[in-house]
Antibody
């Protein structure tokens, strides 16, 4: 079955760190760019970060640049998001999303169910 | 404030036609970048509805259609059904300094 499954969310204090994982199955993971997209409670979608299929190119939204690091392990079919210096405004459901094409098209035909990150003291 | 502007809400009766607009600028839609649309049903992840302005993924009913002109794009839904009640988001690429992937703020569709 083609799917993405996120994990690693939870409650963390401001200034803390968290690492999200996204396990992919049912497709050739290394052939597709991947992204993280978040949604704050009751708010819209915000793209956070993207990575090329090989992992050699990474991209970040200004709101997380310097604090978040995206990476992937193609041998394990897993995408990661290391989040440091977390702030209250980072509270959101974080979705893992697969690029539709193989050319960093940057639109997403497969989404995970999301994992909730809550930053609060 | 989102880079792409959508109306916060639209509504229509069953069977009617509704449209949702998405207005961008010269650094995204107006620069020629494609527009994509997602449907998010309550409590679920977004689902790709329209890609590359007007293409439907397999399984998406032809009641959904998309178009693009200048710095704007539109999603049209005909023969409105109760199950269409959801949030709809447009998305494109932006070449400005804060660029890459940008979303609209989302539009809540209510089926009356």
């Amino acid at each position: 079955e083609v799917q993405l499954l996120e994990s690693g969310g939870g409650l963390v204090q401001p200034g803390g760190s968290l690492r999200l994982s996204c396990a992919a199955s049912g497709f050739t993971f290394s052939s597709y760019a991947m992204s993280w997209v978040r949604q704050a409670p009751g708010k819209g979608l915000e793209w956070v970060s993207g990575i090329s299929g090989s992992g050699g190119r990474t991209y970040y939204a200004d709101s997380v640049k310097g604090r978040y690091t995206i990476s992937r392990d193609n041998a394990k079919n897993t995408l990661y998001l290391q989040m440091n210096s977390l702030r209250a405004e980072d509270t959101a459901v974080y979705y893992c999303a697969k690029d539709q094409g193989g050319n960093e098209d940057w639109y997403f035909d497969l989404w995970g169910r999301g994992t909730l990150v809550t930053v609060s003291s | 404030q989102s880079v792409l502007t959508q109306p916060p809400s639209v509504s229509g009766a069953p069977g009617q036609r509704v449209t949702i607009s998405c207005t961008g600028s010269s650094s995204n839609i107006g620069a020629g970048y494609d527009v994509h649309w997602y449907q998010q049903l309550p409590g679920t992840a977004p689902k790709l509805l329209i890609y590359d302005n007007s293409n439907r993924p397999s399984g998406v009913p032809d009641r959904f259609s998309g178009s693009k002109s200048g710095t704007s794009a539109s999603l049209a839904i005909t023969g409105l059904q109760a199950e269409d009640e959801a949030d709809y988001y447009c998305q494109s690429y932006d070449s400005s300094l804060s660029g890459y992937v940008v979303f609209g703020g989302g539009t809540k569709l209510t089926v009356l």
